[in-house]
């Protein structure tokens, strides 16, 4: 099938165009993958230029300029229904979703932990300095809890001996790896 992709995102874009590079208009087996919709809720965001590099205008939804988060989510809902996207991805999308967005709308988070530990926006350096052994990321399916819905997919790795910016590059480094990997699996029949 055509799997149409709707991505989501605020700000640097490494994940916009990494998935850009390794999905847009490729085949796997028997599915061909399109983006059909960059929509970003901040006009500023670096990823804006990533997707230029491919052609594709980025839709820009300011949060700020809506009364209520449940009416910013109904504008990003009738875009992506609009533009027909089999699945939204949330690659950086700094916001909480209300179930207007939830109910309508079948979509995945990439998220710089281990989920359930250290949901929110500062993930990457509370794990890092956290206790725990291990550092990761994790893909999951979104409802309306921060961080809460169903994991799909998880990478973990050993923490010891890195410094704060090797644990960066690494935990990018996986989601690089882990989103585009985890939305063919989504659409695999095999
Ligand atoms: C990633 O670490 C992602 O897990 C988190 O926000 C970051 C986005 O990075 N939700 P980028 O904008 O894709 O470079």
């Not at 149409?4 to 208009?25: C, D, P, T, V």
């Not at 205008?57 to 809506?66: A, Q, R």
């Amino acid at each position: 099938m055509l799997v149409k992709l709707a991505i989501l995102f605020s700000g640097n874009g490494s994940n916009l165009e990494n998935l850009l590079e390794k999905l847009h208009k490729k085949k796997f087996g028997e599915n061909e993958f399109e983006v059909v919709l960059c929509l970003c809720n901040k006009a500023d965001a670096f990823g804006i230029q990533r997707a230029k590099k491919y052609k594709l205008d980025t839709l820009i939804i300011e949060h700020s300029k809506f009364a209520s988060r449940e009416k910013f989510d109904q504008a990003l809902v009738n875009e992506i229904q609009k533009n027909e996207a089999d699945l939204a991805v949330l690659a950086g999308f700094m916001r909480i979703l209300s179930p207007v967005f939830t109910q309508n709308v079948k979509a995945i988070n990439l998220h710089p932990s281990i989920l359930p530990l250290f949901k929110g926006a500062n993930a990457i350096k509370e794990s890092f300095y956290s206790d725990m052994k291990l550092g990761g990321v994790s893909v999951h399916w979104v409802n309306e809890k921060l961080d809460g819905g169903k994991i799909i997919a998880q990478e973990a790795f050993q923490k010891e001996g890195l410094s704060f910016e090797e644990f960066e590059a690494k935990i990018h480094a996986l989601e690089h790896e882990i989103l585009p990997q985890t939305i063919m699996k989504i659409f695999s029949t095999n």
